[in-house]
């Protein structure tokens, strides 16, 4: 019997212990499991208020600018633009001689750097067709069944680009410079030995190719008006309208002969 007692006292004994135990682990764990999530408050605490600082950093005029410490921080800094536009290329001569002022669909590409400032550049690359004649010393847009050269037209242009940042779309006014560069050939359908007004039509797109490169005529003025649109955090669209502005044509007493204006779509991304 005093065996039994001693047995059932020993295990009320140790019972008892492993229930402290347990209880002792328990309350060690609740208070870790307490002190990971006061650590995780905090954590999100701080990035709200480091996100909120940022925020409040930012204005209309963009951000301050920060070099690039790597390529990979630099393209981040880089957004790569995309526009389809329909152009006028306006001449000026008689419609009796030459075509009407012809409808054009350049495509350009580039890249805007740094993509978050007030001040940025963006050079681009704009790709377009037309044809010409040659008439009274001058190279004239010409109508396709009148044609004599057809030129294959590369505008070079560097602006500087001034940029408005809103809530959700961004406005960007630009100005600066560009080359138009024609390769000019004969036009299919046209033979080399076809009268011209030179005597052939080879010698025709010989004049053209050289009048389009002299006396500064494919210097340019360029100005660019563009709101852009926020769809995600790195795609941006919307119009764009831009004037390129014939220096050489002023030079040489032409007027705006050979001015261009565009309107179209622009994305950025």
């Known amino acids: 019997m005093k ?14 212990l492993f229930c402290n135990e347990l209880e002792t682990a ?9 002190q990971i999530e006061s650590i995780q408050v905090e954590i999100e605490q701080q990035e709200k208020l480091e996100h909120s600082e940022k925020e409040s950093k930012k204005t209309i005029f963009g951000k301050k600018f920060a070099g690039p410490k790597n390529f990979k921080d630099f393209t981040s800094q880089l957004d790569f633009v995309l ?13 009796l001689v030459s075509a009407p002022s012809p409808i054009l669909f350049p495509v350009t590409i580039g890249a805007l750097w740094p993509n978050y400032t007030f ?3 963006q050079p681009s690359l704009s790709f377009f067709m037309m044809n010409s004649l040659w008439h009274n010393n001058k190279a004239l847009p010409a109508e396709i069944e009148n ?40 036009s299919s359908g046209v033979k080399p030995s076809d009268s011209g007004t030179t005597g052939s039509a080879a010698s025709d797109v010989s004049a053209i190719q050289k009048y389009y490169l002299s006396k500064g005529r494919f210097f340019y003025f360029t100005t660019e008006a563009s709101w852009l649109f926020d769809i995600t955090s790195k795609l941006k669209v919307g119009p764009v309208i831009n004037l390129q502005i014939p220096v050489g044509s002023f030079i040489n007493g032409e007027g705006f002969a050979r001015f261009m204006g565009q309107a179209g779509i622009k994305i950025s991304l």
Do not use: M
């Not at 039994?4 to 009320?12: A, M, Q, T, Y």
């Not at 328990?26 to 307490?34: A, G, I, L």
């Not at 526009?83 to 419609?95: R, V």
């Not at 050269?149 to 100005?175: D, E, G, H, M, W």
């Open 26 to 34: 328990s309350t060690q764990n609740s208070e870790e499991d307490v």
């Open 119 to 121: 001040l940025a550049i």
């Open 3 to 16: 065996k039994i007692i001693l047995f059932l006292l020993h295990s009320f004994i140790f019972i008892s």
């Open 147 to 186: 044609r004599t050269a057809t030129s294959y037209c590369l505008f070079f242009n560097i602006p500087a680009v001034f940029s408005i940042y809103l809530k959700n779309s961004r406005v960007q006014l630009s100005a600066g410079a560009g080359i138009l560069l024609p390769i000019t050939t004969i």
């Open 83 to 95: 526009q389809f536009q329909t152009a006028i290329y306006l001449n000026t001569e008689s419609t």
